[in-house]
């Protein structure tokens, strides 16, 4: 079982940036699919982005060209960039593993991670 820990959320206005961090208890993560989901207030937890243990990533359509996902083995911490935030990206923002490769079809399915963190708060004001 691998744990995860996000660091990083906050408060920031619409336009502005944020790094998330998921620090993993295990070096054997660099095997697992790694992915952000975030949950909004009254709204079902959503995939973010996904990336695979050979660096393949995937991205929900809202979210392309403003949030980067990307790893350091070394450190066995996942990250996501996101930057021009938006008040809609307001959410609970989730790590999770997966033993499993990530999939282009299933990435985004809850189902497929074993291990979440506890989550990290990030509110965009307009």
């Known amino acids: 079982q691998v744990q995860l820990a996000e660091s990083g959320g906050g408060s920031v206005q619409a336009g502005g940036s944020l790094r998330l961090s998921c620090a993993a208890s295990e070096s054997t993560y660099s095997s697992y699919c790694m992915g952000w989901f975030r949950q909004a207030p009254g709204k079902e937890r959503e995939g973010v982005a996904s990336?695979?243990?050979?660096?393949?990533?995937n991205y929900a359509e809202s979210v392309k060209g403003r949030f980067t996902i990307s790893k350091d083995n070394g450190k066995k911490t996942l990250y996501l960039q996101m930057n021009s935030l938006k008040p809609e990206d307001t959410a609970m923002y989730y790590c999770?593993?997966?033993?499993?490769?990530?999939?282009?079809?299933?990435?985004?399915?809850?189902?497929?991670?074993?291990?979440w963190g506890q989550g990290t708060q990030v509110t965009v004001s307009s």
């Open positions: 999770a593993a997966s033993s499993l490769r990530c999939r282009p079809s299933t990435w985004f399915w809850q189902s497929e991670y074993n291990d």
């Open positions: 990336i695979d243990s050979d660096g393949y990533t």
